[in-house]
């Protein structure tokens, strides 16, 4: 088989185990990408997220993380959910959050992808990674052409916008590589004016991480700053309000997902069932949620903070 064949190969079988989108980059250093993200850590905006500062030179270089790796699949997965949160009132969870945790969900694909690679091909040495590994995703993707990084640094498909996992698949072989595409953010500032924390700069392109939402309600473990209070927007658990104003959005179409789809309680949860929550309420409606790694205790934290306690 010929590389072109091989990469149609791929892409079909990563098409037909749900994945919407497929590029794929060609596995080498990435000189720009490590002068920026060197730029982004000396301004301290990882805030206390010393992992980022962690394996610098692997999350710039995909042959230290599979020797002797010639292409990088980047791979999207739609997560956008049907329906939302009916009470308007209610503190808000981030639309990613809604279903089974997505790690576990896509991992199992990867693996299916690369041991259908290993099958179809032969000894091909390779690694599956969804944001757990020093690996640059939304680089990776803008290399591979499946989006453009945004003003708001999500990657944006001009087809459907940009409510997506993002995953990768590092292996050795040699493959077909796609080309990155326009950006088409144009003059556009609507993720940077919605901002409440005023996280992304004022030309965008550039998250301070130690303002963003997400941060303080997922990696901040300890008390929130009172400087920000009311101004979280009901936000308890992440943040959508980037993508929730970006036009490109329009586009997005619902998930087909099963292990996606909320709790059936989760949904119809009032202001009241939040603020209330209790222990074996939060087992049980977040018990395959990407929401149990704020805990209980970190939730009930947040729901507080945005009360005004």
């Known amino acids: 088989m010929t590389k ?65 790796a010639k292409s990088v699949l980047s791979l999207m997965y739609n997560y956008f959910p049907e329906e939302g949160q009916s009470d308007e009132d209610a503190p808000k969870i981030a639309k990613y959050a809604y279903g089974e945790d997505y790690h576990f969900v896509i991992k199992r694909k990867l693996k299916t992808l690369l041991q259908f690679i290993q099958e179809k091909i032969g000894e091909v040495d390779g690694r599956c990674f969804v944001d757990s590994a020093p690996v640059l995703e939304r680089d990776w993707a803008k290399r591979a052409g499946t989006g453009w990084v945004g003003k708001n640094t999500l990657l944006i498909h001009p087809k459907q916008g940009s409510y997506f996992f993002l995953a990768e698949l590092i292996i050795d072989l040699e493959l077909e590589y796609d080309g990155p595409i326009k950006d088409y953010c144009g003059t556009c500032r609507r993720c940077i004016d919605a901002c409440p924390t005023e996280a992304i700069a004022d030309d965008g392109y550039w998250v301070d991480g130690s303002k963003c939402i997400s941060y303080f309600t997922i990696e901040l473990k300890e008390a929130i700053p009172e400087d920000y209070q009311g101004k979280f927007e009901n936000w308890a658990f992440g943040c959508d309000i980037c993508q929730e104003v ?23 949860m009032t202001k009241g069932d939040w603020e209330e929550i209790t222990e074996e309420v939060f087992r049980e409606v977040f018990r395959h949620s990407a929401v149990k790694r704020t805990k209980y205790k970190g939730l009930k934290r947040n729901i507080d903070f945005l009360k005004g306690f």
């Open 246 to 268: 970006c036009p490109w959005n329009r586009f997005a179409k619902a998930h087909q997902e099963p292990a996606f789809d909320p709790h059936p309680d989760l949904l119809g």
């Open 4 to 68: 072109a064949e091989y990469t149609h190969l791929l892409k079909m079988e990563a098409h037909r185990l749900g994945f919407d989108f497929v590029g794929i980059a060609k596995a080498e250093y990435m000189d720009e990408e490590a002068r920026r993200l060197e730029a982004w850590l000396k301004n301290g905006m990882q805030g206390r997220m010393s992992y980022m500062e962690n394996h610098f030179d692997k999350r710039v270089d995909p042959t230290l993380l599979v020797p002797g």
